[in-house]
């Protein structure tokens, strides 16, 4: 409660008898924005009970363990001699500490008085009732106090954000700690939501979860703000270290897909936007996918935690690195000089990495499937060993291989489709072999191209067939049946049979 006392003063006055004390150091930190400031003495370890504003001439009468506040009738400074009578009555009293107001100056006697009475002496700028109020809270320790503290770490949190720096992250999550008097950190947690209070984001990905070393009242209050504050400046970070290379990354899919005739131009745009095209490249394709059900795919907020995953892993690396999301897949492309030994192998290396901390980010069913291209030199080259790539997953993929790390055999059937991929008009002439498929709509034409993939790879074996695609001999008989009429031709003329299986393999990684 306030009663009055003295012609210049208030003085707060609480139930020492219900209530704890707290620690004159806490008191001091917590209050770094009244300007409070250690003159003389160790804060450590002493006790402060209560709080209370009095004028120079009651100091006498202050509660013993009270944190005093020295008022003067004016706003002159006190003097010397008024401060040396302040330090006598507040050691008489037993007081915790003085706070003098305002910027004040000790002198040798008063330090010396200081410290044979065990005295703390503060100064602090703010307005006496101001200071009494804040500290009132913190001594009661109830849901004024927690609210206090609270508000004071969002403020020296804002306030480390505005600051800027080179490691943002860090400013802020100390400010936070120092505010609050409790240690907060980042914890990376698998599974959490961005829809969870204490989530740490990177626009909708979460990196992790704000944590701190005990929970109390002010920590629950004030642990969202912070999480909210540091996920900004995440995604600020983000943007700052990784959104020239995810813009390059767009470049990179255009490049992959577009016609032979814009490779040139392309190439131009992507040196221009700081893409090495000079370099050699070697590309790994990923694909995610749940056994037993390829229809189904990642959404897309996790394609985009998958990418961030990615480029977090290989940002301190030497080589250069970029990833790309297509659809739902994944394309990880390092580049290094040419002739640079071992460069698919590091590769290989990183990937694995990946899919494992991957395995963290998705559900256990998931599998990814990798393939991974030869080192080619050049734009051209980029591509070359993109195409590769993704022939070697979707190889994996159509053959029932899911979660395998596939490389490209660049001497067998692989590198004769990459030359037909490269040709626009091969890929019309192998499509219109397949057309008749297509009339039965997208979802039915992808199941029939892969069915009969399937068969004509296993040359004409319903069992192998069957066994790649986990169905019954009889289901892919009915299969092959019903694609055989619907394409008119004889699948058993070689001519023909060489026809479709080229076709069919085109057509899996083609695109569209």
């Known amino acids: 409660m306030w009663r009055e006392t003295g012609e ?44 209370e504003m009095l004028a120079l001439d009651d100091i006498a009468r202050a509660a013993p363990g009270s944190l005093v506040i020295a008022t003067l009738p004016t706003n002159d400074a006190p003097r010397a001699y008024q401060i040396d009578i302040a330090v006598r009555r507040a050691i008489s009293a037993r007081a915790a500490a003085l706070v003098l107001m305002n910027d004040v100056t000790l002198s040798e006697t008063s330090r010396t008085l200081a ?162 095209v000079q370099l050699s490249h070697s590309v790994a394709w990923l694909t995610p996918r749940v056994p037993g059900e390829p229809a189904r795919r990642l959404p897309a907020s996790l394609v985009a935690a998958l990418e961030l995953r990615a480029l977090q892993l290989v940002d301190d690396r030497d080589e250069v690195w970029h990833v790309a999301a297509f659809h739902d897949d994944l394309l990880v492309v390092a580049s290094e000089e040419l002739g640079a030994p071992d460069h698919q192998r590091r590769l290989r ?89 297509d009339a039965l709509g997208a979802e039915r034409a992808d199941t029939s191209v892969r069915t009969l993939l399937a068969y004509l790879s296993t040359r004409n074996s319903l069992v192998r067939a069957a066994e790649l695609l986990t169905l019954h001999p009889n289901a892919v008989n009915y299969r092959v049946r019903r694609i055989e009429q619907t394409l008119a031709l004889d699948l058993d003329d070689p001519d023909t049979h060489f026809a479709l299986e080229l076709a069919c393999r085109l057509r899996l990684v083609s695109p569209r």
Request: proline fraction near 4%; include cysteine.
């Open 115 to 276: 410290h044979r009475g065990s005295l703390v002496v503060l100064a602090a700028d703010a307005a006496p009732s101001e200071l009494a109020v804040f500290v009132d809270r913190l001594v009661r320790r109830g849901a004024a106090g927690a609210l206090s503290r609270a508000e004071h770490a969002i403020e020296a949190v804002s306030r480390a954000a505005d600051a800027g720096g080179p490691d943002i992250r860090s400013a802020i999550l100390e400010a936070a700690s120092a505010a609050l008097g409790v240690g907060l950190r980042i914890e990376e947690v698998p599974g959490v939501r961005w829809t969870e209070a204490d989530a740490v984001c990177i626009g909708e990905v979460p990196i992790g979860r704000l944590v701190a070393e005990r929970d109390d009242p002010a920590v629950a209050i004030a642990r969202p703000v912070i999480a909210s504050v540091l996920s900004r400046a995440a995604s600020r970070e983000s943007q700052d270290r990784f959104g020239p290379v995810r813009s390059r990354a767009d470049l990179i899919v255009e490049l992959l897909f577009a016609e032979s005739s814009r490779i040139d131009g392309l190439a131009v745009d992507a040196a221009r936007a700081g893409l090495p």
């Open 349 to 437: 290396d990183v990937v694995e990495r990946f899919v494992q901390q991957a395995a963290v980010l998705v559900d256990e069913e998931w599998t990814f499937t990798v393939g991974l291209g030869t080192p080619q030199g050049g734009a051209a080259g980029l591509r070359q060993s993109a195409t590769e790539a993704r022939i070697a997953a979707e190889s994996a993929v159509a053959a029932g291989r899911l979660g395998a790390v596939e490389s490209t055999d660049v001497t067998g059937l692989r590198r004769v489709l990459l030359d037909f991929y490269a040709s626009p008009l091969s890929r019309t002439l192998l499509d219109d072999v397949l057309s008749p498929l």
């Open 8 to 51: 210049y003063g208030q003085t707060v006055l609480m139930d020492q008898l219900t209530r704890d004390s707290v620690d004159l150091r806490d008191v001091v930190e917590q209050a770094d924005r009244f300007g409070a400031r250690v003159l003389t003495g160790d804060a450590e370890g002493v006790e402060v009970l209560g709080v």
